[in-house]
């Protein structure tokens, strides 16, 4: 199969390349606060406070589409350091938790009304997180209320994506959906890594639910069709998905599928 219709894997940062311009409003150099361990939105606040331009920041990271909701970001590296001048746009690297980074505590936390409200129970928790037994039938958002629930998440990096990827491992799921980015596997010639959302693709509105991923897989033979087949298959191409939950990559917000059956619609 030709390699037609390839497209590189959308790109992980966000960069906003506006200069840096009007940082001390009486002239001099902005101070740089501290802002590690901060969400994005309370991070931006702060440099705009002290005089920066929140419009100004750089900020890398965010998963495959980049920022979506700020308050779903924490900033793990900043430049300048805390306390130095900025003399240029800043530069802000984040993730949705940085390892070496203890958050600032929220201010005035709420006691709990009593024991029950506190802390959840135990049975509640196994029962929201247990892995279920896999079975033949494939789940649909029409059979499966937890599948429909996060085919419906707005944030591709949503914790719920990771959960229930983690309940229904093993499991398979069927989906109408679109390539939306393909690109060579490690540099291979003929194996590849294939993004794909539920519904069509749309270069310019991002579908909501998990951003789903056939990792080094050979077009030919691994993505096991059925149906009539394409001379080429690339972005755009619209799909009947049946594939197994294999694991959720969190750094990423991949969810990673093992293909059992794909059909062109």
């Not at 840096?20 to 001099?28: F, H, K, V």
């Not at 024991?115 to 509640?124: E, R, V, Y």
């Not at 077009?219 to 009947?240: E, Q, W």
Request: glycine share 8%; hydrophobic share 40%; proline share 7%.
């Amino acid at each position: 199969m030709q390699g037609r219709g390839m497209a590189v894997p959308i790109v992980l940062a966000l960069a906003l390349a506006a200069g840096l311009s009007g940082c001390g409003g009486s002239g001099e150099d902005a101070v740089m606060p501290n802002v590690v361990g901060k969400k994005l939105d309370v991070a931006l606040s702060d440099v705009d406070r002290a005089g920066v331009n929140k419009d100004d920041v750089e900020v890398v990271g965010g998963g495959v589409f980049g920022v979506v909701d700020k308050s779903n970001w924490v900033v793990c590296e900043q430049l300048p350091a805390a306390g130095s001048a900025v003399t240029d746009k800043p530069r802000f690297t984040v993730d949705r938790s940085c390892a070496d980074v203890t958050p600032a505590p929220p201010s005035s936390p709420a006691e709990p009304t009593s024991a029950a409200s506190a802390t959840p129970s135990d049975d509640a928790t196994t029962a929201a997180t247990a892995p279920v037994t896999a079975t033949d039938q494939p789940l649909t958002v029409e059979t499966n209320t937890d599948f429909a629930a996060v085919m419906k998440q707005q944030d591709y990096c949503s914790p719920d994506i990771a959960s229930f990827a983690a309940k229904y491992a093993g499991t398979k799921l069927a989906f109408d959906g679109a390539i939306v980015a393909m690109a060579p596997h490690d540099g291979a010639k003929t194996r590849y890594d294939i993004l794909v959302n539920q519904g069509d693709f749309s270069e310019t509105v991002a579908q909501p639910g998990p951003q789903f991923q056939f990792r080094d897989v050979n077009t030919t033979y691994d993505l096991h069709y059925s149906g009539d087949v394409p001379v080429s298959i690339g972005v755009g191409a619209k799909l009947h998905v049946v594939a197994t939950v294999d694991q959720y990559i969190a750094n990423q917000c991949l969810l990673l599928l093992k293909p059992v059956e794909t059909s062109f619609r």
